[in-house]
T-cell receptor, first 116, second 114 residues
């Protein structure tokens, strides 16, 4: 069965420093997508970044980058130059493209706190 | 603003009751997904509709049902509510059914069952 594991329940980072949030996944499919979402205290889910299983380069979106290591089945999120507004829950998710219509499977999340 | 709307934002009801959650996808999106977020279960996929038809089913209880209407809005019906149904219910939409496009989430409906 597909599974996403986020082993860091909580993380602290100093403002302006970089932080890496870990994510490992398990799937037997060759084609899949990996996503990161941010959930601030207000509750909405905000899409951050996407990585396809066949993408050779790591995805980047502004201050967010995804460190994709396919052989290790990891898809870590790197946030550079942390800001106070980055304090939130972060969820890693996976979608198997050709199976069951594209539902997302989420990890348990990592709560990031940015200190001033 | 993702373009996905959900109503109501908050819902407080009693055990045994029935409620309906409504979702309007982004303009042009044919696929609608429902997710439940609770403290003990985390974020779980419930059900997906694509262009009016059920496409995939997850951990959805038999007391729950959903549908997608011709105008593509969707409703999630929760009946015989129990305390454990208290959760944040998200609707998400995407343009197609099983592609690489990201799913855009609505603001959620927070359901409290007393």
């Amino acid at each position: 069965a597909q599974k996403i594991t986020q082993t860091q329940p909580g993380m602290f980072v100093q403002e302006k420093e970089a932080v890496t949030l870990d994510c490992t996944y398990d799937t037997s499919d060759q084609s899949y997508g990996l996503f990161w979402y941010k959930q601030p205290s207000s509750g909405e889910m905000i899409f951050l970044i996407y990585q396809g299983s066949y993408d050779e380069q790591n995805a980047t979106e502004g201050r967010y980058s995804l460190n994709f290591q396919k052989a290790r089945k990891s898809a870590n999120l790197v946030i550079s130059a942390s800001q106070l507004g980055d304090s939130a829950m972060y969820f890693c998710a996976m979608r198997e493209v050709y199976n069951q219509g594209g539902k997302l499977i989420f990890g348990q999340g990592t709560e990031l706190s940015v200190k001033p | 603003d993702s373009g996905v709307t959900q109503t109501p934002k908050h819902l407080i009801t009693a055990t045994g009751q029935r409620v309906t959650l409504r979702c309007s996808p982004r303009s042009g999106d044919l696929s609608v997904y429902w997710y439940q977020q609770s403290l003990d279960q985390g974020l779980q996929f419930l059900i997906q509709y694509y262009n009016g038809e059920e496409r995939a089913k997850g951990n959805i209880l038999e007391r729950f049902s959903a549908q997608q209407f011709p105008d593509l809005h969707s409703e999630l019906n929760l009946s015989s509510l129990e305390l454990g149904d208290s959760a944040l219910y998200f609707c998400a939409s995407s343009e197609l059914a099983g592609d690489y496009n990201e799913q855009f989430f609505g603001p959620g409906t927070r359901l409290t069952v007393l």
